[in-house]
């Protein structure tokens, strides 16, 4: 069964930051689906999210951004993982608000969050979803990942988060190559170009 682990802090204080957009996706994935409780262990949060005859376990790690990869090193330790059946879902800094990215690797970006995922696998070989939450600066970049959107954003916030349930609903039904060429998009200038 597939793994939608989503990258975020736990609280209600960090529950609308653009750090937790991740968790954001799977809460959407949860609304969409017929559900049932999973795991609930000091680490980690599991639901086993079903719809249209599709399974999915979303795992929401209770460990703090930085140490995600605990999380998912507890669950390794009692579930079988293919890591092909792993899709990370992530923020990102430097992508603008409303874009997505999907990759099948790579590295985190400096993102702490994948950083310690990675080392959990030990590799870089698991997918990953990429929800573009704006640049601030480095100087600012700690603060601005723990603030909530702007009034002005929210409703493009929540236009991706829906296209990025849709992605990780079609990673899962149709495969990577099938969500990369669907999902990964670009935002439009006022031009008319790509940006």
């Known amino acids: 069964m597939a ?12 529950s609308r930051t653009r750090h937790n957009v991740g968790w954001r996706v799977l809460e959407t994935l949860e609304q969409r689906a017929t559900t049932e409780p999973g795991e609930s262990v000091a680490t980690y949060r599991t639901v086993r999210a079903t719809r249209e005859g ?3 376990d979303l795992m929401y790690p209770l460990t703090f951004m930085n140490a995600s990869g605990q999380a998912l090193q507890e669950w390794r330790a009692v579930h079988e993982l293919d890591p092909a059946a792993l899709l990370v879902v992530a923020d990102d800094v430097y992508l603008p608000i409303g874009a997505l990215r999907l990759r099948e690797r790579g590295s985190s970006g400096g993102h702490l969050g994948l950083e310690s995922i990675e080392a959990a696998l030990g590799s870089r070989e698991y997918a990953r979803l990429r929800v573009g939450v704006g640049y ?32 990780v609903e079609c990673w899962a039904g149709e495969g990577m190559t099938a969500a990369m060429n669907r999902f990964n998009r670009k935002l439009r200038t006022e031009e008319g170009q790509e940006s």
Request: proline share 2%.
């Open 136 to 167: 601030a600066g480095a100087d600012e970049l700690r603060e601005h990942v723990l603030e909530g959107f702007e009034q002005d954003e929210e409703a493009t916030v929540a236009e991706v988060v829906a296209l990025a349930a849709d992605a």
């Open 3 to 14: 793994l939608v682990l989503g990258l975020g802090n736990p609280g209600s204080r960090f």
């Open 54 to 56: 599709r399974t999915l």
